[in-house]
């Protein structure tokens, strides 16, 4: 398996692009002739539906001059259509500095709002957290410009999916300044 995290934006879209869909075959149509995307670039598209501001990871699949965008439905979920007066803009992540990785773990947390004793449901939220394994990453050579990042996204290059992740607040378990636990982050879910 192949992951790699990356935290470098380089560029930031303005929002002007025609309306983006949902294809048939799960992946998105994302037109956008002011940018030549390469092939494992992160996008972060930001948008709203209704009043509320949402947003999805897309991982750019560039063959033969064609550029396919696939994301992570379960995380992400998306409509069929968000019009081009919808989209508040996107940032391209691109594999300048990146820590590649041999497995993750994906966690789900929901969480029920009930109210009263008779345990009405009045809300439901999900949230998301992935872990990744030590592999003797030490600490202060590797991982420590990672700790002060805010934003960074992961790229699972096995399904082709992209996530916005935050490191959690965590104690790391350091032994002689290597990890011997997993670093766990939070994933973004807009």
Same mark, same amino acid.
């Given at each position: ?25 799960? =992946?998105?149509? #994302?037109?956008? /002739? ?9 996008? %972060?598209?930001?948008? =709203? /539906?209704?009043?509320?501001?949402? $947003? ?19 995380? !992400? ?13 996107? /940032? ?19 969480? %029920? $709002?009930?109210? /009263?004793?008779? !345990?009405? =449901? ?34 699972? #290059? ?20 290597? #990890? ?11």
């Amino acid at each position: 398996m192949s992951y790699e995290i990356k935290s470098v934006i380089v560029n930031e879209l303005a929002p002007n692009f025609s309306n983006i869909r949902l294809l048939n075959n799960g =992946k998105i149509d #994302f037109p956008s /002739s002011t940018f030549a995307f390469q092939d494992r670039d992160i996008v %972060h598209v930001r948008y =709203k /539906s209704g009043n509320f501001r949402r $947003g999805i990871y897309l991982l750019a699949s560039v063959r033969d001059s064609a550029t396919d965008f696939t994301f992570d439905s379960n995380v !992400y979920p998306f409509g069929t259509t968000v019009l081009a007066a919808d989209v508040l803009g996107a /940032s391209v992540y691109r594999a300048s500095g990146f820590t590649k990785i041999s497995q993750i773990d994906f966690n789900v947390e929901v969480a %029920h $709002g009930l109210f /009263s004793n008779e !345990y009405k =449901k009045y809300s439901t939220s999900k949230d998301f957290t992935l872990s990744i394994n030590a592999e003797n990453k030490r600490f202060f050579d590797s991982f420590d410009d990672y700790a002060y990042e805010g934003k960074m996204v992961i790229a699972d #290059f096995c399904n082709d999916y992209a996530y916005g992740i935050a490191l959690r607040d965590n104690n790391y378990g350091l032994i002689k300044n290597v #990890f011997n636990t997993k670093i766990l982050f939070n994933v973004a879910t807009r």
